[in-house]
């Protein structure tokens, strides 16, 4: 049983399409000897994506170890299998397929991604009450990432060991908020970013009102904290640095693109050295440079050197 499915229905977690409760569901997959000692991670959607909804389900497509619509959309790739579970063999570990209602208008999305996070604070709550000493992460893309940030702000110390947030939708101001949280604190942070997303960031501070005034998507200036890193995927000193380091990621492929962050070549394995203990936070800091691009620097880089050069 190397991935379940859960989904959030009005801020509480329950199986997906199934009478079972969240206990049974939860009981019968950390007893099955493939799981055994191996890390537990939880997978998080972004917009678009909602349980039951055709070609947009994430337990069916993306989550699923054997994607359907992959055939006719580039972008469902399995997660699961990428990270490594599904393979044989016990203490492979639990992947959790954890769905929410995310279409519709993104203003919908947007707050119910905050009903989402209510959710995945009790999922957690559950997980870390039957397996307090197994290695427990969130993988969340996009709002999904919202999602991540809101239920730690929701859980106790000790919540989360890894939260990786993949191209996240979320305003800076609460983000660190989140990190500065009782469960933030305790856990430790990577926000993946690209200067592809940057449209895709200022579209969400166009059309979605920050808590904030002036307040920037996380991307802009990423995230920076003592349990806290940022790494820009785009960023020709991060690239070299990662690949000294026996981490290969490809090279971006165009100026705009929201999901690199999980389709770059090579991105898997690194989430995957990171949620099977082989790559640390310690090492993973002192890896990865201080320095990122200015924004547009992909879309707009006469602009984005102009912005950088002395003045």
């Known amino acids: 049983m190397p991935v379940i499915r859960v989904s959030a229905r009005n801020g509480i977690p329950g199986p997906a399409g199934g009478p079972q409760s969240l206990s049974r569901a939860l009981d019968a997959a950390l007893s099955d000897p493939s799981v055994g000692a191996g890390p537990v991670t939880v997978m998080v959607h972004g917009f678009k994506y909602a349980p039951g909804c055709e070609r947009h389900c994430p337990h069916e497509t993306i989550f699923s170890l054997t994607p359907r619509f992959r055939d006719v959309d580039r972008r469902i790739v399995s997660w699961p299998r990428h990270l490594g579970f599904g393979r044989p063999g016990p203490d492979r570990g639990l992947a959790i397929s954890f769905g929410w209602p995310a279409r519709g208008s993104i203003w919908n999305a947007y707050d119910n991604a905050d009903r989402a996070g209510d959710a ?7 997980l870390r009450e039957r397996c307090p000493h197994t290695p ?58 690209s200067r592809e997303n940057d449209v895709f960031d200022l579209m969400m501070e166009l059309f979605v009102s920050a808590l904030r005034r002036g307040d920037s998507m996380l991307g802009h200036r990423g995230l920076r904290a003592s349990n806290a890193l940022t790494m820009q995927i785009d960023h020709a000193p991060t690239l070299a640095a990662l690949r000294a380091a026996g981490h ?23 989430y995957r050295a990171i949620i099977e203990g082989r790559l640390s936070f310690s090492r993973l800091r002192a890896i990865l440079p201080e320095d990122t691009d200015p924004r547009w620097a992909r879309i707009l880089p006469r602009f984005a050197t102009a912005q950088t050069a002395p003045g």
């Open 120 to 126: 995945l604070a009790r999922l957690l709550a559950e």
């Open 248 to 270: 290969r990621l490809g090279a971006p492929e165009g100026r705009v693109c929201h999901w690199s962050p999980y389709l770059r070549p090579g991105a898997f394995p690194l």
């Open 136 to 193: 427990l992460h969130a993988v969340g893309h996009s709002l999904g990432a919202r999602v991540v940030l809101d239920a730690l702000t929701k859980s106790a110390p000790g919540a989360l060991d890894w939260a990786l947030l993949l191209a996240p939708a979320e305003f800076s101001a609460p983000a660190h908020a989140a990190v500065e949280s009782p469960a933030g604190r305790t856990a430790k942070v990577l926000a993946v970013t």
